[in-house]
């Protein structure tokens, strides 16, 4: 597949995500899809990835990715992107605090065939973190 047709994957998974049209996942992803940052704890692949997004909204109802960048070479996408959302529900054992979050991440796509088949992902949660409340940086307060 071309470069562009890849970053197209990379914006229908985003949209399905920000939609959460699970199902619309299945056409985009492998379902023996290798992920290296999903949380301990989950099933591998792309059910792993279903269930994470579930416990994410649960959180974060209004949640929304915002891709800022996309770059491809050969079948390599990398998004850089923002996260936003409201805390509604409990978040790792944090109970809602009602805040807004605005985050960055960037994740790593490799496609074959027209589908996402392995993942990398990094996001700032420590931002996220300070937002939230969880965490005063040393001087700011």
Do not use: C
């Not at 379902?31 to 949380?39: A, E, G, K, Q």
């Not at 850089?80 to 605005?102: K, N, S, V, Y």
């Not at 796509?109 to 992902?121: D, N, P, Y």
């Amino acid at each position: 597949m071309s470069i562009e047709a890849n970053k197209d994957v990379v914006r229908r998974y985003q949209e399905a995500y920000n939609r959460s049209d699970l199902e619309a996942l299945d056409a985009l992803v492998d379902p023996h899809l290798v992920t290296h940052s999903l949380m301990p704890g989950l099933p591998p692949g792309l059910e792993g990835g279903k269930r994470a997004h579930q416990m994410t909204v649960a959180s974060f109802p209004d949640l929304h990715y915002h891709i800022d960048e996309l770059v491809a070479e050969g079948e390599t996408v990398v998004e850089r992107f923002t996260i936003t959302g409201t805390q509604q529900g409990d978040f790792m054992g944090l109970p809602p605090t009602g805040r807004p979050t605005r985050f960055a991440g960037v994740s790593f796509f490799r496609l074959k065939a027209g589908k996402i088949v392995e993942h990398w992902g990094l996001q700032d949660g420590l931002t996220l973190m300070v937002q939230l409340g969880v965490f005063t940086p040393p001087g700011s307060g």
